[in-house]
């Protein structure tokens, strides 16, 4: 990834949530900040990317004793939309329903 052109914010947020998705690991802070600068982040600004993530809800942060820890697996982001489309059906169902019921309310008020 090094050489002469700049990686977007969004680029650097993809090379190191990628570099959680390949190795399925947890990680130390020291750790995925050396990982993140051998993939040609910044040293700098790998902690930012990485509290980005942990804020987004793509990287899990826990933290043990005085360490934190960090991991994020392929599979929670699938789990994510598969969540959220869930939620999404039940409100398109309970819509339909009150569509239905206002349908109903409406033929009742025109002929009465």
Not at 4 to 10: C, D, I, L, P, T
Not at 12 to 17: F, I, N, Y
Not at 65 to 92: C, T
Not at 95 to 100: D, F, I, Q, Y
Request: proline share 1%; net charge positive.
């Amino acid at each position: 990834m090094a050489g002469s052109k700049r990686m977007s914010a969004e680029e650097k947020r993809k090379v190191l949530l990628s570099v959680y998705h390949k190795s399925k690991q947890v990680y130390t802070e020291k750790e995925i900040l050396a990982l993140g600068a051998k993939e040609g982040i910044n040293s700098n600004t790998v902690a930012d990317i990485n509290n980005s993530l942990v804020d987004d809800a793509l990287v899990d942060k826990e933290k043990i004793g005085g360490s934190n820890y960090f991991w994020s697996f392929p599979a929670k982001k699938d789990r994510q939309l598969q969540i959220r489309h869930e939620g999404v059906l039940r409100d398109i169902e309970a819509l339909k329903r009150k569509v239905e019921e206002s349908n109903a309310n409406l033929s009742d008020a025109k002929r009465g």
